[in-house]
């Protein structure tokens, strides 16, 4: 027989939005049910030391804090499922969804919360040496490269962005671009052809990141050059993969407004989606900061709307009745 959960307060996602949304959608007595995913804690389950999350005077790892928000988030009251949504319907309330394991979920209000994954190359290299120097987070892991040469590959405006980050903690940054243009903003570009800290290195594909063994980690890049063919090496002791992230919202696509980059859409200043009732909080909303602490933040506003929400529609209800 198939098992079914039903909620007041149903979350897609066990990141800092998901988590920080059950913290408060627990704390508000709506007895939350959280569908963690596939990657349980979220993307800072992939990263060692996380030097930004406010509250911790020392490094911190981000395993070991995403834990600590489960911990808080089932003290309070929230539920914890492990299931992947494969299927939702948002068509009315409450709303349904079914989990890769067949048990269906329903809930009065749906707490978006699936992330934004940062797209690789795709190289072994890479894979081997992440979180050993190659990053896809300047904003994270800049810190960790304060005086050292590092490189950005990347044509976009997060490439641009990111390299420009840098240039706070670097005096050697190189771009890397397998196109003689970037596809940036016009200003964004300009911005990075002033700034002395930035190089930039045209027509070059990046063949593979460069292990110096031991605890050295990165240590240069292999460089193929588009037109000629010609390898060549790049000295660095970051390398940071800039090109673009992927919102995980393809569930969602024909059922609630996503914007041109897949990435769902909220009215300005509140988590509220196209669809009443459905809230999206975290990275799978904003390709602006996407970081833990306003991951956290949208995670809480989403609780707040979701509550809100529920509060007025009892209230219609209570109201129609008595009529
Ligand atoms: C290597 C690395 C290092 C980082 N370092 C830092 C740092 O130092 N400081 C910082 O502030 N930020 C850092 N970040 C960024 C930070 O991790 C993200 O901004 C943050 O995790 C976003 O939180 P989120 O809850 O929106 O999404 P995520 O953390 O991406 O969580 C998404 C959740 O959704 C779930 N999910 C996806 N699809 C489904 C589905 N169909 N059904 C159910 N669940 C689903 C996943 O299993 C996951 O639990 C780092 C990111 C990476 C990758």
Redesign the pocket.
């Known amino acids: 027989m198939t098992a079914t959960h039903s909620t007041r307060m149903l979350i ?9 949304a059950a913290i408060y959608g627990a704390r508000a007595g709506l007895a939350p049910i959280v ?13 060692t ?5 406010p509250g911790f005077r020392e490094v911190i790892q ?1 395993p070991w804090l ?1 834990q600590e928000m489960q911990a808080q988030a089932e003290h309070v009251g929230a539920q914890m499922l492990w ?4 299927e939702v319907d948002v068509s009315q309330r409450p709303f349904r ?1 079914v ?2 394991s067949g048990t269906v979920y329903v809930g009065d209000t749906l707490v978006i ?6 797209r690789w190359l795709g190289l072994d290299s890479e894979e081997l040496l ?2 050993k120097g190659v ?3 300047a ?3 800049g810190f960790f490269f304060r005086g050292k040469k590092v490189a950005v590959i990347g044509g976009g405006n997060t490439a641009v962005e990111e390299a420009l980050y840098l240039t706070n903690h670097s005096h050697d940054v190189t771009l890397i671009h397998r196109r003689d243009s970037l596809r940036a903003e016009k200003i964004l570009q300009q911005r990075l052809f002033a700034n002395d800290k930035i190089t930039t290195l045209w027509n070059k594909k990046v063949e593979r990141f460069i292990d110096g063994g031991g605890v050295a980690g990165l240590v240069g890049i292999e460089l193929k050059d588009m037109v000629t063919g010609e390898l060549s090496t790049l000295e660095v002791d970051g390398g940071f993969v800039a090109i673009g992230h992927h919102p ?1 919202t393809e ?1 969602f696509r024909g059922h609630i407004a996503l914007d041109q980059d897949n990435y769902i859409t909220v009215d300005k200043g509140t988590t509220r989606t196209s669809v009443p009732g459905v809230f999206a ?6 390709k602006h ?8 933040g ?2 809480c506003m989403a609780a707040l709307d979701a509550e809100r929400f529920l509060a007025e529609a009892d209230f219609e209800q209570v109201a129609e009745a008595a009529e």
């Open positions: 897609l996602g066990s990141g800092p939005a998901g988590l920080s569908v963690q995913g596939i990657q349980p804690g979220g993307q800072l389950m992939t990263t030391d996380v030097e930004n999350y981000g995403m299931d992947t949504i494969v969804m989990g890769d919360a699936t992330g934004a994954q940062a992440k979180g990053s896809a987070c904003t994270c892991d995980a569930l909080c975290g990275d799978v909303m904003d900061y996407r970081q833990a602490i306003t991951a956290a949208t995670g």
